[in-house]
């Protein structure tokens, strides 16, 4: 008799999780003091993104303070490494027992490869459930002409971002983040059981600021994503509770 894994048990698939369980927000901020006064300010957010700045700045310390109020976690380290370097680091993540784990596709399928082996050992060697383990496809900061004139790469942009897709499906990663212009072709092709983050949402009244390649969060949602990740539109509101009741106002109305 098989049974299913803890992760599934733990966390419900996106499509019987309500649209506000599927923001992620991420703690974008400096010191560890700064991330707990953001999760004492939103307690209605259940799915928190720690990133490179605060874990640098902190350390795991975080993830521990998460999961004692029983929140959801995406450890955003984004690895881009030699497969071995990938592995020894995908493995020390698989044992904090997080929900979302990202790695970018240009590290190449071996080093691909290598990251899901290791993140299944670090998380069995930690009795915990492992992440899903999702590629970066094309920064949502990056435009076409970034992509054609200071990378080089001879492809366009919606092709390029679907072919990183691709490799991480091939690969046996679970998923990958895109920008919400290209989530309905990733879906279209990698289908129902990848999953898809989409970071670079704006809601039609924020400012885009360094993000390129935005949709509003219903259209995100519309065109096929999993889970969207929204920060300054919220986090840097002058008042970011209303900001987080007005997009879940918008978005229960599609
Ligand atoms: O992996 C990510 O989360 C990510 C990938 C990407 O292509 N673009 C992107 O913006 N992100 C992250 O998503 C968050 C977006 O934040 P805001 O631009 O403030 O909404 C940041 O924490 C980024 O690090």
């Given at each position: 008799?098989?049974?299913p894994?803890?992760?599934?048990?733990?966390?419900?698939?996106p499509?019987?999780t309500?649209?506000?369980d599927r923001?992620?927000?991420p703690l974008d901020?400096?010191t560890?003091e700064?991330?707990?006064?953001?999760?004492?300010?939103?307690?209605?957010v259940?799915f928190?993104?720690v990133?490179?700045e605060l874990?640098?700045?902190?350390?795991?310390?975080i993830?521990?303070?998460?999961?004692?109020r029983e929140?959801?976690?995406?450890l955003?380290l984004?690895?881009?490494?030699?497969?071995n370097t990938?592995?020894?680091a995908?493995r020390?993540?698989?044992r904090y027992?997080?929900d979302?784990?990202?790695i970018?596709?240009?590290?190449?399928?071996?080093?691909l490869n290598?990251?899901?082996?290791?993140?299944?050992?670090?998380?069995?060697?930690?009795?915990v459930?492992?992440?899903k383990?999702?590629?970066?496809t094309?920064?949502?900061?990056?435009?076409?002409?970034d992509?054609a004139?200071d990378?080089?790469?001879p492809?366009?942009l919606?092709?390029?971002?679907?072919?990183?897709?691709?490799?991480?499906?091939e690969?046996g990663l679970d998923?990958?983040v895109?920008?919400?212009q290209?989530?309905g072709?990733?879906?279209?092709i990698?289908?129902?059981?990848?999953?898809?983050v989409?970071?670079g949402?704006r809601?039609?009244w924020?400012?885009?600021?360094?993000q390129?390649?935005s949709?509003t969060?219903?259209?995100?949602?519309?065109?096929?994503a999993?889970?969207?990740?929204i920060g300054r539109p919220?986090?840097?509101?002058?008042d970011?509770?209303?900001?987080?009741?007005?997009?879940?106002?918008?978005?229960?109305?599609?």
């Open positions: 008799m098989t049974f894994p803890l992760s599934s048990l733990l966390s419900p698939p499509k019987m309500s649209k506000t923001i992620i927000v901020v400096p560890q700064e991330a707990i006064a953001k999760l004492d300010q939103l307690p209605q259940t928190w993104k990133g490179l874990f640098v700045s902190s350390g795991a310390e993830l521990h303070i998460l999961k004692q929140k959801r976690i995406f955003d984004k690895f881009h490494d030699i497969p990938v592995a020894g995908c020390a993540a698989g027992g997080v979302l784990l990202t970018h596709a240009t590290g190449g399928r071996i080093a290598a990251a899901m082996t290791a993140v299944n050992e670090g998380a069995s060697q930690a009795g459930s492992p992440p383990v999702i590629a970066i094309l920064l949502t900061s990056l435009t076409s002409r992509l004139m990378l080089k790469i492809l366009e919606p092709e390029y971002a679907l072919q990183m897709a691709l490799l991480a499906k690969s998923g990958a895109c920008s919400p290209e989530v072709q990733l879906r279209d990698c289908g129902d059981e990848f999953l898809l989409c970071p949402v809601p039609s924020a400012e885009a600021g360094d390129k390649r949709l969060p219903a259209e995100a949602f519309k065109a096929g999993d889970y969207l990740v919220i986090t840097a509101a002058a970011p509770v209303a900001a987080w009741e007005k997009i879940c106002d918008e978005l229960a109305v599609v």
